[in-house]
């Protein structure tokens, strides 16, 4: 698989852009016109001003994240970092309330270990996930999101929230559920991608940038406690605040 676009005005190699679904992504390139040949697992590249884009729709949850940037890392594409584009949960919306902007942190995978009586034994697995470019990873991703952005020339408002973030396969639908997760990790949004694209990035050696618009309130399946449309509507400001 070839993307076309590996160079920019500076000599830099593209930005990819990541996001589950094609709503997603239409969000994000909303303030750049937009795009009709969007397709799931099909790279597209894009020029918005002087940025070279890549744009690639990966599909819900860690796995199918792992296997799209995958392709994308095993082609002659020359990606110079990556923003993973998304909507999450709050586990507290008093601290991080729906309509929320925030940016990644820390990512969390909380499904690598023993399964023992006393809950998940990390330590048990001695050499966790594996090796990354500086360390042992075992379920934890440190991001530095605002030092990765200055890396990559882009800007992260004050306003937006750095929080810690854990990735599901499934999502939470109990309130019990998100109490107990948020108790044991203590972080502040869930979501579905984040944690096998940053450690796919980790591996690579790849500056990694992960931003969120709240989308819902972790735990919780009543309609007033979600807005998808306007989380949406969120991405499209992130997305023109982050690459304008």
Same mark, same amino acid.
């Given at each position: 698989?070839?993307?076309?676009?590996?160079?920019?005005?500076?000599?830099?190699?593209?930005?990819?852009?990541?996001?589950?679904?094609?709503?997603?992504?239409?969000?994000?390139?909303?303030?750049?016109?937009?795009?009709?040949?969007?397709?799931?697992?099909?790279?597209?590249?894009?020029?918005?001003?002087?940025?070279?884009?890549? @744009?690639?729709?990966?599909?819900?949850?860690?796995?199918?994240?792992?296997?799209?940037?995958?392709?994308?890392?095993?082609?002659?594409?020359?990606?110079?970092?990556?923003?993973?584009?998304?909507?999450?949960?709050?586990?507290?919306?008093?601290?991080?309330?729906?309509?929320?902007?925030?940016?990644?942190?820390?990512?969390?995978?909380?499904?690598?270990?023993?399964?023992?009586?006393?809950?998940?034994?990390?330590?048990? @697995?001695?050499?966790?996930?594996?090796?990354?470019?500086?360390?042992?990873?075992?379920?934890?991703?440190?991001?530095?999101?605002?030092?990765?952005?200055?890396?990559?020339?882009?800007?992260?408002?004050?306003?937006?929230?750095?929080?810690?973030?854990?990735?599901?396969?499934?999502?939470?639908?109990?309130?019990?559920?998100?109490?107990?997760?948020?108790?044991?990790?203590?972080?502040?949004?869930?979501?579905?991608?984040?944690?096998?694209?940053?450690?796919?990035?980790?591996?690579?050696?790849?500056?990694?940038?992960?931003?969120?618009?709240?989308?819902?309130?972790?735990?919780?399946?009543?309609?007033?406690?979600?807005?998808?449309?306007?989380?949406?509507?969120?991405?499209?400001?992130?997305?023109?605040?982050? @690459?304008?």
């Amino acid at each position: 698989m070839t993307v076309s676009a590996t160079s920019s005005d500076s000599g830099e190699g593209p930005l990819l852009l990541a996001t589950a679904t094609l709503q997603e992504m239409r969000a994000v390139l909303a303030p750049f016109g937009g795009r009709s040949d969007l397709r799931p697992l099909r790279p597209v590249a894009l020029q918005a001003g002087r940025q070279p884009l890549v @744009l690639l729709i990966t599909g819900v949850g860690p796995l199918n994240a792992a296997m799209a940037l995958g392709r994308i890392m095993g082609s002659d594409a020359k990606i110079r970092g990556v923003i993973n584009f998304g909507i999450a949960g709050s586990f507290d919306c008093r601290l991080v309330p729906v309509l929320g902007r925030v940016v990644v942190q820390e990512e969390i995978w909380p499904e690598i270990g023993i399964k023992t009586a006393s809950g998940l034994d990390v330590q048990a @697995l001695c050499k966790g996930l594996g090796e990354g470019q500086e360390d042992l990873i075992q379920d934890r991703l440190n991001l530095r999101p605002r030092a990765t952005a200055r890396r990559l020339g882009l800007n992260i408002p004050e306003h937006w929230f750095d929080v810690k973030s854990l990735t599901v396969a499934g999502v939470t639908g109990t309130r019990a559920e998100a109490d107990r997760l948020a108790a044991r990790y203590a972080v502040q949004t869930e979501n579905m991608e984040g944690f096998a694209l940053a450690w796919a990035c980790a591996r690579e050696g790849l500056p990694f940038l992960e931003a969120q618009s709240v989308s819902n309130k972790v735990g919780s399946r009543e309609k007033g406690d979600w807005d998808i449309q306007g989380s949406l509507a969120g991405l499209q400001e992130m997305s023109r605040a982050l @690459l304008a």
